[in-house]
């Protein structure tokens, strides 16, 4: 069975551009969530996608978004970057069934680099 | 969710039990304790999670007081393979939906040949 694959694995931005970060759930699987990690900050909860609704989110700005897709494969955007968003780009992915309970599976992230 | 304590480093020898404790003081009826390794460079790991007894899997053990205001991540053979940051995270779970996971600064396990 396949795990959950981010798409880059590394990618190198400037100032105020935009990226956008794939995500391909373990299959069967339709909760996605992202999370931002950062030396300074450690793991942050950007936000949760189930059915193509966002569900849940963190404390983040409005750059970044996100969305699901009918498949439940996710992507999320950032724009106008800035030089602290720098980091490691985790997307995780589970099955959000009454009978599931909860844990979720991480991928090995996209890192972003802001120059 | 509740707030976590951790310690911040730990070393166990190689084939010894490690034994990562986490303080959840604040935790709440209806919230599961979840623990969550990453090696270095990865993603995180699930490991296990329970809510009042005590849990065994493939991986680890848990052990949660009967106050539920502590528990203990036992690996009982640590391996060199086993050294990452251990997660101990405390989370209100309702089935069908994933709340955020509130990360601590984890317990850094250095497992000494």
């Known amino acids: 069975k396949a795990g959950v694959t981010q798409t880059p694995r590394y990618l190198i931005k400037t100032r105020g551009q935009q990226v956008t970060l794939s995500c391909s759930p373990i299959?069967?699987?339709?909760?996605v969530s992202w999370y931002q990690q950062t030396p300074g900050q450690g793991l942050q909860f950007l936000f949760e996608?189930?059915?193509?609704?966002?569900?849940n989110k963190g404390n983040f700005p409005g750059r970044f978004s996100g969305r699901q897709f009918s498949n439940s494969r996710s992507e999320m955007n950032v724009s106008t970057l800035e030089l602290g968003d720098s980091a490691l780009y985790l997307c995780?992915?589970?099955?959000?069934?009454?009978?599931?309970?909860?844990?979720?599976?991480f991928g090995e992230g996209s890192r972003l680099t802001v120059l | 969710d509740a707030k976590t304590t951790q310690p911040t480093s730990m070393d166990c020898a190689e084939g010894r039990a490690a034994n990562l404790p986490c303080n959840h003081s604040?935790?709440?009826?209806?919230?599961?304790v979840y623990w969550y390794r990453q090696i270095h460079s990865q993603g995180p790991q699930y490991i296990i999670h329970g809510l009042k007894n005590n849990e065994t899997n493939e991986m680890a053990s848990l052990i949660i007081t009967e106050d539920r205001k502590s528990s203990t991540l036992i690996l009982p053979h640590a391996t060199l393979r086993d050294t990452a940051v251990y997660y101990c995270i405390v989370r209100r779970y309702s089935g069908g939906g994933a709340d955020g996971l509130t990360f601590g600064k984890g317990t850094h396990l250095i497992i000494q040949p």
């Open positions: 996608y189930f059915s193509e609704t966002q569900r």
């Open positions: 299959s069967g699987h339709r909760s």
């Open positions: 604040t935790i709440s009826g209806n919230e599961y």
């Open positions: 995780a992915s589970s099955l959000a069934r009454q009978t599931n309970t909860g844990e979720l599976f």
